[in-house]
């Protein structure tokens, strides 16, 4: 990992007129470095995602990124232009219901394809052979690659998702809740999957779950989240096996086994 963090958060809070979505959050992420955010339905989990996404606005506070050429930036004072850019090549999001994330009329290839012409590549031939190249990594068949994800079972899709995410080399990508809409044996595959890729990539990821054993086989760190406030983070495994927080520990000790 770098010495340098990729993503600094200060003080970030969001309303919604007068409720809390998330509020005072602090921290930094580093380049390779995987943050899972925890917390039951209604802590803020997705309103702090989507804020550091700059799919939202918060109402004050503070994100800085540290783009390609060094450069720190603030997000939200990004131009429009500016922002597209870095979803479209920096970043990934990998949204829970991958219809979310797809082009659901559009065939596989085009989706993984489209990525990389929009960062400039126009070549068809190798277009199509490093989309063909990521459907394999995805464990997709060559020969779907002309078929459009609405024929592709929930899974796939998923799949296809991430590998239209992370074709682009980015170095951070947000995911929410990325198994939450499968079935177990389809969650474990997936989640092994992922894990392996963002540890080969060196991607730094900031996750959503509110699945600890999702936080534990992909995170380095967590924060665990409480009605809009961040009330424990640490390392993923002293979190889990440690908690210090009488909140947390009911988190924890109310799953079986992590
Ligand atoms: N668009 C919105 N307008 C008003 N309030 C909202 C909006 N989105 C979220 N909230 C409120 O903000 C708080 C945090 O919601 P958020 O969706 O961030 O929680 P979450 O942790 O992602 O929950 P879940 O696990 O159910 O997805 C909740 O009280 C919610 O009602
Ligand atoms: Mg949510």
């Not at 012409?117 to 199509?128: F, K, L, S």
């Not at 490093?130 to 899709?157: C, H, K, N, Y």
Request: proline share 3%; hydrophobic share 40%; glycine share 8%.
């Amino acid at each position: 990992m770098s010495d340098e963090p990729l993503l600094r958060v200060t003080g970030l809070s969001k309303y919604y007129g007068s409720r809390l979505g998330c509020a005072d959050v602090s921290f930094e992420l580093y380049p390779g470095e995987v943050l899972a955010i925890v917390g039951e339905s209604g802590s803020g989990k997705t309103t702090l995602l989507n804020c550091l996404s700059t799919n939202l606005e918060p109402s004050s506070g503070l994100a800085e990124y540290r783009m390609r050429d060094g450069v720190w930036r603030n997000l939200y004072e990004l131009s429009e232009a500016e922002r597209r850019f870095l979803m479209r090549t920096d970043w990934g999001f990998v949204h829970q219901n991958p219809a979310d994330g797809l082009r659901m009329t559009v065939s596989a290839g085009a989706n993984v394809g489209e990525r990389l012409m929009a960062v400039g590549d126009r070549h068809y031939g190798r277009i199509r052979d490093t989309a063909i190249d990521w459907l394999g990594r995805v464990e997709i068949a060559e020969d779907r690659i002309d078929d459009q994800p609405r024929a592709f079972s929930g899974g796939m899709r998923q799949r296809l998702q991430i590998a239209r995410n992370l074709v682009t080399n980015p170095r951070l990508v947000f995911m929410d809740e990325p198994t939450g809409g499968l079935d177990v044996s389809v969650q474990a595959r997936l989640l092994d999957l992922l894990r392996s890729l963002v540890s080969e990539l060196g991607l730094a990821a900031i996750v959503v779950t509110h699945d600890l054993a999702v936080a534990r086989l992909l995170s380095h760190r967590m924060m665990v989240m409480k009605d809009g406030h961040v009330i424990e983070a640490g390392l993923t495994d002293r979190v889990l096996d440690d908690p210090r927080e009488p909140y947390t520990q009911l988190l924890v000790s109310s799953i079986l086994q992590v």
